[in-house]
């Protein structure tokens, strides 16, 4: 049995050691928010906040997770209501597909944490291991610009 603390929440779950903490949280616990895109560590779609860092999911195996804090998409909003960043990239149209769209928010989050009012360098360095095949960047760049504004 594995223990694992996500969102703030405990979970047990009975897995081998080695299962990946991204099939982990899709499959034993339905916490879909999380995305596979290149399964390599190369995309960062599959991004979590491991102890407050930002880390790929798909190359922890889920025997590194014990004892750590995991953050993923499910926990960034406030109840029903999205959070500042979410409703900043629905307003300003940095998400199309959707697929990186959860990597990116937890990004952002990492990235504000750090840098509450970053310069647009720092934007693009903060999600520079989060790929995105459709909006350009330009208005996921913009999301977190404004989002920065509201914090
Ligand atoms: S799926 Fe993990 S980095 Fe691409
Ligand atoms: S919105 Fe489609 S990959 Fe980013």
Do not use: W
């Not at 080695?18 to 895109?37: F, N, Q, S, W, Y």
């Not at 406030?78 to 940095?94: M, S, T, V």
């Amino acid at each position: 049995m594995i223990e694992l603390n996500i969102n703030g929440k405990p979970y047990t779950v009975d897995v081998p050691p080695m299962k990946r903490l991204l099939d982990v949280l899709r499959e034993d616990l339905h916490l879909t928010g999380v995305k596979e895109g290149c399964g390599e560590g190369e995309c960062g779609s599959c991004s979590v906040l491991f102890d407050g860092v930002l880390a790929n999911s798909c190359l922890i195996p889920v025997l590194q997770a014990e004892g750590v804090e995991i953050g993923t998409i499910e926990g960034v909003a406030i109840g029903e209501q999205l959070a500042p960043i979410q409703q900043c990239f629905l307003e300003e149209g940095g998400a199309q597909c959707g697929i990186c769209t959860p990597g990116m928010i937890l990004a952002t989050k990492h990235l504000l944490d750090k840098y509450p009012q970053p310069t647009l360098p720092q934007i693009q360095e903060g999600l520079a291991g989060n790929l995105c095949r459709c909006t350009g960047y330009s208005r996921i760049f913009a999301a977190v610009e404004a989002a920065a504004k509201l914090a």
